[in-house]
């Protein structure tokens, strides 16, 4: 099993933010002999899913500017890791792209708050070499087989005569997570199939988008550029499919803190769950609520 390279999200925004804060504290000092400095904004820091971060990323974007009171910050890792970070109380915000398990419940107590901030599809998603030349809807018990290493060659699913190239998520991760439920039928199955474990939505396709015999699975936002996403058990994943319920592997997206947010985490959950919120949500590709 080889291990896919990181890719990091852009700094374009992080720029955006320090340079707001240079700006802030040039007009403090400007003013320092006349006045008291305005204090600078409150951090609010969150950490999690990666298929969230971009929605997570634009909000906090348009949310920065619009007021002085408070400073988002947001960083990718995992479902998982997110939950764990509020838990100790490194992060304000979880993102995930699952619901919190029984088992955290009992290993770190039923302290969450919810969030449901939209929703999304995991889409299976192949090469577009693979699409062209005939893969264009799979079943559950096919993908399945693929991912446990008992079909191996496209040409056992009506496509070409190549070998399989099998992309999954690390351990950890909320996608990972809800397609082995889904699909496998236990969240925590190896799949013996795999050639590679991707850290990231990004990852997977970049991955995919690199490859001419290529599946993966990851968020219905992520699909375009070379990557395609293909009908599952006859539903292609849609914005219609996904809103009517009718594709089967949707899910909710999810903030989370851990006992009652701080008022800049509200403040943030307010602003995503409003109007304009939602809307910078279904521009980023997802399903809002």
């Keep these: 099993m080889t291990i896919g390279l990181h890719i990091w999200p852009d700094n374009s925004r992080v720029v955006g933010l320090i340079t707001k804060i240079i700006i802030i504290l040039l007009v403090c000092l400007s003013f320092v002999s006349l006045s008291p400095c305005e204090a600078l904004p409150e951090d609010v820091t969150i950490m999690g899913s990666s298929t969230v971060m971009p929605l997570a990323e634009a909000a906090a974007e348009v949310f920065n500017l619009e007021q002085n009171d408070y400073l988002v910050s947001v960083t990718a890792g995992g479902t998982g890791a997110g939950i764990l970070g509020i838990v100790e109380r490194k992060y304000d915000i979880a993102m995930a792209s699952r619901a919190i398990t029984e088992e955290e419940k009992q290993m770190f107590g039923d302290s969450f708050q919810e969030f449901k901030i939209g929703m999304d599809g995991i889409s299976i998603a192949v090469s577009d070499e693979i699409y062209q030349e005939g893969v264009r809807d799979l079943s559950r018990d096919q993908v399945m087989r693929i991912y446990s290493g008992e079909i191996t060659n496209w040409n056992e699913v009506g496509g070409p005569d190549k070998d399989i190239y099998v992309i999954s998520r690390e351990y950890g991760s909320g996608t990972r997570d809800d397609f082995n439920e889904a699909v496998i039928g236990d969240i925590g199955t190896e799949s013996p199939g795999v050639d590679t474990v991707a850290y990231s939505g990004a ?23 070379g990557v395609q996403g293909i009908a599952f058990n006859g539903i292609v994943p849609s914005y219609e499919n996904i809103k009517l319920d009718f594709y089967e592997l949707k899910r909710n997206l999810y903030f989370y803190t851990f006992g009652d947010p701080t008022p800049g985490a509200r403040a943030f959950i307010d602003f995503i769950l409003g109007p304009e919120g939602q809307k910078i949500a279904a521009e980023e590709g997802f399903i809002a609520n």
């Design 203 to 225: 990852e997977v396709k970049t991955a995919i988008s690199g490859s001419d015999r290529a599946i993966g699975y990851l968020g219905f936002n992520y699909l375009g550029g």
